[in-house]
């Protein structure tokens, strides 16, 4: 089946629903057949009249093969339009950065456009975007990459939201930039996590992000619920509440 899609139209989608107002959705797509799939329907508020259209460009598609049991078998994805989502093209709606309550990217984005907006120059005139950012790591590779894009210093972000796999993927980036102070190992194969993690290593590396400069770590963990760091009243330790899972009906 063939749905719309994409990490980051999901957020905007749900917001749009959730408060009725849709927000403003920048990102890049071709001027193929499937850019058609991605118009406006009834059944949400949220408009793409910001989107960039890439002429001789094929919009980003993700294509997965799952198990009868529902589990993801194998999967290939065609993203090379979103590197046209560029600091020159989100200049062009810098006004609306600067006024917007809260600013949500994910790690699709090309190294340079993390950097600059992590720069604090989206405002320009040495005026520093007063958003909350939220990173959505996306996958595990592209955690990673947004980590080594902005060379390890994380203070930018307010919150971030990987699951297991992409927490362990973003402190094996710390590492790798010198900045990863933890016992938990966190260079083990993020694919294994699974397998030989532990509520202690999750927590581990939950703290490393914090202490990197992130605000709130949200982490999902499926089944066993989302585990939420910050840094504590003290400023120097890390405070952890756990949240169980919602039931759902599928």
């Not at 949500?104 to 604090?120: F, K």
């Not at 990987?162 to 260079?187: C, H, I, K, R, W």
């Not at 703290?207 to 003290?234: K, N, P, Q, S």
Request: net charge negative.
């Amino acid at each position: 089946s063939l749905s719309q899609g994409g990490v980051g139209r999901n957020i905007a989608d749900s917001l749009a629903r959730l408060l009725g107002t849709p927000p403003l959705f920048l990102s890049a797509i071709g001027d193929d057949g499937l850019a058609a799939v991605l118009e406006p329907r009834q059944s949400t508020p949220l408009t793409i009249h910001a989107v960039r259209r890439v002429p001789g460009c094929r919009t980003a598609t993700y294509a997965a093969m799952h198990t009868s049991d529902g589990e993801m078998q194998a999967a290939v994805a065609d993203m090379e339009v979103l590197a046209h989502i560029t600091p020159g093209y989100l200049r062009t709606h810098a006004d609306a950065l600067c006024l917007a309550p809260l600013v949500v990217i994910d790690a699709n984005l090309p190294a340079e456009t993390l950097q600059w907006i992590a720069s604090g120059d989206v405002c320009g005139k040495g005026i520093a975007m007063r958003a909350p950012l939220w990173l959505e790591p996306v996958s595990v590779p592209k955690a990673h990459a947004a980590v080594v894009a902005l060379r390890g210093d994380l203070s930018p972000i307010s919150l971030v939201s990987p699951n297991e796999d992409e927490l362990l993927a973003m402190t094996e980036a710390l590492q790798g930039n010198g900045v990863y102070a933890d016992d938990t190992n966190p260079s083990a194969d993020s694919s294994t996590a699974h397998m030989d993690g532990s509520d202690d290593r999750i927590r581990g590396a939950a703290a490393a992000l914090v202490r990197a400069g992130v605000l709130h770590v949200i982490v999902t963990r499926g089944a066993a619920g989302v585990l939420w760091a910050r840094r504590a009243e003290d400023g120097i330790g890390v405070t952890f509440e756990e949240m169980p899972a919602l039931r759902a009906a599928v």
